[in-house]
C-alpha cells in the first residue's frame, strides 16, 4: 500500500504512541517530581530519590519514559510495590547505560560480534562440490551430492 | 559402604583406584547417592536425582572396565550437571517454575560427552532461577528455594551453579558440572572451598544448555582440584557442529596430561591491583597469606592494573539484552511472575526497552577492551586476584544493598572470554573458604590450569572438608 505524504509508518505510530503516553515524563522537571511524588517503599529498592537526583535531567527523564512505556504495554501487571521496583530498576540501567554512553567510541570502531564460525560454515556450504572425492552410494541410496528427489 | 574420605578424593586419585578396580563404580555410586538423599534435602543441592541413570551407567562403567576397557580417567566417576543441561527424558527446570515440567529429548552436548567419558550422571543442580538472567535479589531465587553451604549452613552457595558448588563441597559427587555469564562458576567455587574452571568463551559447546547471553554463556566444571578440572575440561571441550558460536576444532579442544606442565616455561603472573576495591575485614589475612604464597611461587611476580573503562556497565547492558531476546516469550506472556525472586519478576521488562544503539555500543566498547587485555597479557601469562572479596554472605541477604560493590575482573574476563580458574586459599576468622582467581588470555586456558595447579601443589587448602552430619 502506497502512504500518502502525512501518513505515519508503523515504527512512527508506535514511537508517537508511546510519547504521547510519557507525555509528562518527556520534561524533566515532571519526571523529577514524580520521583519525589511517588519515591519508595519502605524495605525497597536502596535507591532514593536523592540518588536519582544524580541522574542528568536527560537521563531522568529517560528513566521516565522507560518506566511508563513498560506501564503502556503491560497496563495490568504490576502491584504498587512492583510499580516502584521497576522505576528503580529503570534508574539503575539507566546510570549502567549513562557511563557506557560516556565511553568515547568512534565511528571506526567495530563492534565485537562471534559469527567467524557462521562465516567459515557458510564458505563450507558455499564451495563446489568435490564429485571426484564424494564417496560412492551404497546400492540402493542415492550419492551424498545426487540432486534431491522430485516429490 | 564407602567412607567419606573415599568421596572427598579428587578425581585424579579416584579413577585411579576405579582403574586398579581397588573401588567399583558401583559401590562409589551407591554410596554417592546415599549421601545425596540423606543430604542433599538439607543443602537443596538437588534438583532431582537419577538414581535409574547413574546405576545404569556405572553398572556399564564397571563391565568395561573388567573386561579392561579404560576409557580415561572420568570412567565410573559419578556427577552432578546443573539444571540448566538437557537430558533425554529427565525434566530440565532451568531452576524456574514456568519451565518444571520441561523435559528434551536430546542429550546437551557436554552430557553426551561425559557419557562417552564413561562418566556416570547422577543427578541435576540446583540452581538459580534461569541462572540470574531476569536478576535477582534473594538466594532463594531458585524453584528448590536457596542452596545451603556446607561450611555453614546459614550461609549461601553463591549463584547461579549454586547446587553444582555446594555437591562437590559436601562430597555428593565426584565433581559437577555448572556455567558462568558473569560469576557462576568462580562465586560457588570461592564460596564453598572447591576448584572451579571458568574455560575461553566457546571452547565447550552451548548445545542443549538453556541460553542466557548468547554472547557470554560458558560451561565449566566445578571440583574438588585444579587437576580434576582440567581432565574434565579435556572431556567437555571441542568444537561442536551444533554449536555454532564453538571455536574451530583446533582451538577449541583441549588435551591434558600433568606431564605437559614439567617441560612447560615458568608462568609470568602479576597480581591485580585493582579487581576488588574493598576487602572484607574477615578475609584480609587469608587473601594476604595467599598474595604472599602467590610471589613465592611465580618468583618475579609483578602487579598489574585492570584498564579503566565503562566495563561492566558494557557485560550488563550485554547480558540484559540479550536475556531480554532469550526470554521474549516469558516476559511478553507474562509467566516471569511467576519466578520466585521480586527483581526477577520484573526486571526482563526494563531491558527490553535497553535501545539498540546502546547494545551496539556495548560490544564496541567490549572489541576495545579485548584489545586493552590482549596488550596487558603480552606481558603476564596469569593475573591474580581474589575470587571474591568476601567468604559466603548470609543466606537471607539481599544481595543487591549486601553485596553492592564493583567487579571489574567478573565483568572484563566475562566480557572478553577468558578463561579463570578460582582455587581455595584460606579460611575466613568465621571459617569460611577464601578462594583465588587465575586469570589468563582467551585460548590460554593451559596457563590458568598450570598456575592454580601450582598452588595448589604447594597449600592443602583443597584437601580440606566440611563435617556434615
Known sequence: MKQGKDALTRREFATRAALGAVGVASDPAAAWSAFRRDGWPAGGPRQTPEEARKLSPQGLAEVENRYQAILAQYPDRFSDAQKADLRHVCLVTQQSLDRLRAYAVSNADQPALYLKPLVEREKKSNAPPNLKSAAPAPPGKPAANAPPEKP | ?469
Open chain 2, 1 to 469: 559402604m564407602l567412607s567419606a574420605d573415599i568421596l572427598y578424593l579428587p578425581v585424579s586419585e579416584l579413577s585411579k583406584r576405579i582403574q586398579s578396580r581397588a573401588v567399583s563404580p558401583v559401590d562409589l555410586t551407591r554410596a554417592y547417592l546415599d549421601r545425596s538423599e540423606k543430604l542433599g534435602p538439607k543443602l537443596n543441592a538437588y534438583a532431582r536425582l537419577t538414581p535409574e541413570i547413574a546405576l545404569e551407567q556405572a553398572q556399564a562403567a564397571e563391565k568395561e572396565i573388567a573386561r579392561g576397557h579404560y576409557r580415561g580417567p572420568l570412567h565410573g566417576i559419578p556427577y552432578a550437571a546443573k539444571d540448566l543441561l538437557a537430558v533425554k527424558g529427565v525434566p530440565t527446570t532451568w531452576g524456574a517454575k514456568p519451565y518444571e515440567n520441561q523435559v528434551f529429548d536430546y542429550d546437551a552436548t557436554v552430557i553426551e560427552n561425559l557419557r562417552r567419558a564413561g562418566a556416570v550422571l547422577l543427578g541435576k543442580a540446583a540452581m538459580i532461577e534461569l541462572a540470574g538472567g531476569m536478576n535477582y535479589r534473594f538466594a532463594s531465587a531458585s524453584q528448590g528455594g536457596a542452596t545451603k553451604n556446607p561450611w555453614n549452613t546459614s550461609c549461601w552457595s553463591c549463584g547461579s551453579s549454586s547446587g553444582s558448588g555446594a555437591i562437590v563441597a559436601a562430597g555428593l559427587a565426584g565433581f559437577a558440572i555448572g556455567t558462568e555469564t558473569w560469576g557462576s562458576i568462580i562465586c560457588p567455587a570461592a564460596y564453598c572451598g572447591i576448584s572451579g574452571l571458568r574455560p575461553t568463551f566457546g571452547r565447550v559447546s552451548r548445545y542443549g544448555a538453556m541460553a542466557l547471553s548468547y554472547s557470554m554463556d560458558k560451561i565449566g566444571p566445578l571440583a574438588r582440584s585444579a587437576e580434576d578440572c582440567a581432565h574434565i575440561f579435556a572431556v567437555i571441550a571441542g568444537h561442536d557442529i551444533k554449536d555454532q558460536s564453538t571455536l574451530p576444532l583446533d582451538r577449541a579442544a583441549f588435551t591434558y596430561s600433568p606431564a605437559f606442565e614439567l617441560s612447560a616455561k615458568p608462568l609470568r603472573a602479576a597480581w591485580l591491583e585493582n579487581a576488588w576495591p574493598k576487602i572484607d575485614p574477615h578475609a584480609e589475612k587469608p587473601l594476604a597469606a595467599a598474595a604472599r604464597s602467590v610471589r613465592r611461587l611465580f618468583p618475579g611476580t609483578a602487579s598489574a592494573k585492570l584498564p579503566d573503562g565503562p566495563f561492566e556497565a558494557a557485560g550488563g547492558v550485554i547480558i540484559s539484552v540479550e536475556g531480554a531476546a532469550a526470554f521474549r516469550d516469558l516476559i511478553r506472556s507474562g509467566r516471569v511472575a511467576e519466578l520466585a525472586d521480586p527483581l526477577g519478576q520484573i526486571t526482563g521488562y526494563v531491558n527490553e526497552q535497553i535501545p539498540g544503539a546502546d547494545y551496539t555500543r556495548a560490544l564496541q566498547v567490549r572489541a576495545i577492551l579485548q584489545r586493552q587485555m590482549a596488550e596487558l597479557f603480552d606481558s603476564f601469562d596469569v593475573l591474580v586476584a581474589a575470587s571474591q572479596p568476601l567468604g559466603a554472605n548470609a543466606i537471607d541477604s539481599n544481595l543487591e544493598t549486601d553485596l553492592d560493590f564493583p567487579d571489574p575482573l567478573g565483568g572484563i574476563g566475562n566480557l572478553c572470554g577468558l578463561p579463570a580458574l578460582s582455587v581455595p586459599c584460606g579460611f575466613t576468622d568465621q571459617n569460611l573458604p577464601v578462594g583465588l582467581q587465575f586469570v589468563g588470555r582467551a585460548g590460554d586456558d593451559l596457563s590458568v590450569i598450570r598456575a592454580a595447579r601450582t598452588f595448589e601443589q604447594h597449600t592443602d587448602w583443597h584437601r580440606r572438608h566440611p563435617k556434615l552430619a
